[in-house]
């Protein structure tokens, strides 16, 4: 869709069309009703996923979040991210009036910060990433009576990957063995309840450069609390695969324990996969889930990676638990 310069005077979009009403948000809380002199490359749609519908404005962008968001938390959620003692970590989103939702989703306006290079996969700030994830779980909860912090939602975006595995894809070859591997979690022993801050769907895609050029996390819709170890899942899960190498797996981990991050318990000299195994199983099971429901959906064949986590789910299956592959993928 061709985002271009939006006129003061053009008419309103069409009820319905998100993609517009988002892109005359972006360019009005912009611009006012002053003319754009954007660059065109500077306007145009980031993300139109069924988690969040994402347009871009010259230096800010408005979302649109996932369709039935509660109020609640999504208050709650805002309201982290705005909080002071957060500010060095979260993104914070732009104040201002705007609609409060478009065909009934939420919406926000964020700066824009330009993202990690897929292209560029040795210039990845594994070690930011992890100190910002230590900082954030470091952070005492704020506490506010009227806007509650809900619990965040790794644990139940795992299952909620497995549900649609089995509405999309039931009869996939390879749903028994994502199944078999999502067993060891649900009748696993979780070990207690933690109630730190959580970023709650930690991945190198939640990571943007603020005006002044440093790193922060962004997305505060899975946030909340609960175990912290959940947000070193989807590297652990990745690095228990083979897909991570492991000196990166470790400047990573080594990094969060230098910050002071609780998540794998090693200042009191736990193993840290003692913690970080069952995220790191439900996180395969999660992406192996969402690989076959997706490639189903779209006729095709797994790709290499996609393969690589569905024959990780057959070694939880097999073995319980996710130990780090010596494989290549």
Do not use: N
């Amino acid at each position: 869709m061709d985002l271009a310069e939006t006129a003061p005077q053009d008419p309103a979009p069409p009820p319905g069309d998100v993609l517009g009403t988002l892109a005359l948000i972006a360019r009005r809380a912009v611009h006012g009703e002053e003319a754009c002199r954007c660059d065109p490359g500077a306007v145009g749609v980031l993300a139109d996923r069924e988690d969040g519908t994402v347009v871009r404005h010259g230096g800010l962008v408005a979302k649109a979040h996932t369709p039935g968001t509660d109020d609640a938390p999504h208050t709650a959620r805002l309201a982290l991210a705005r909080h002071p003692d957060l500010g060095g970590i979260l993104l914070p989103p732009v104040p201002g009036p705007r609609p409060e939702r478009v065909s009934g989703r939420p919406v926000t306006v964020w700066p824009y910060g330009p993202p990690v290079d897929p292209e560029d996969p040795a210039a990845a700030p594994w070690e930011e990433a992890a100190r910002l994830l230590a900082l954030l779980h470091r952070t005492p909860p704020p506490t506010d009576p009227a806007a509650p912090l809900p619990a965040m939602r790794a644990p139940e975006k795992a299952a909620l990957a497995v549900g649609r595995m089995l509405r999309a894809a039931p009869d996939h070859p390879a749903a028994p063995t994502v199944l078999a591997a999502w067993r060891t979690v649900t009748e696993a022993e979780t070990g207690g309840t933690r109630a730190y801050l959580c970023h709650g769907d930690f991945h190198l895609g939640q990571l943007v450069r603020d005006f002044r050029g440093d790193w922060r996390l962004i997305d505060v819709d899975d946030a909340g609390l609960g175990d912290p170890a959940w947000d070193l899942a989807r590297p652990a899960a990745w690095f228990a695969a083979g897909l991570l190498p492991a000196e990166v797996w470790s400047r990573f981990l080594g990094a969060y324990e230098a910050a002071g991050g609780p998540a794998t318990g090693t200042a009191t000299g736990a193993d840290p996969w003692a913690r970080l195994d069952l995220p790191a199983r439900a996180l395969t099971v999660q992406t192996a889930a969402l690989a076959l429901a997706k490639s189903t959906a779209e006729r095709r064949a797994l790709d290499e990676v996609e393969g690589v986590m569905i024959d990780t789910c057959a070694r939880i299956a097999g073995a319980r638990t996710v130990p780090p592959s010596t494989a290549s993928p």
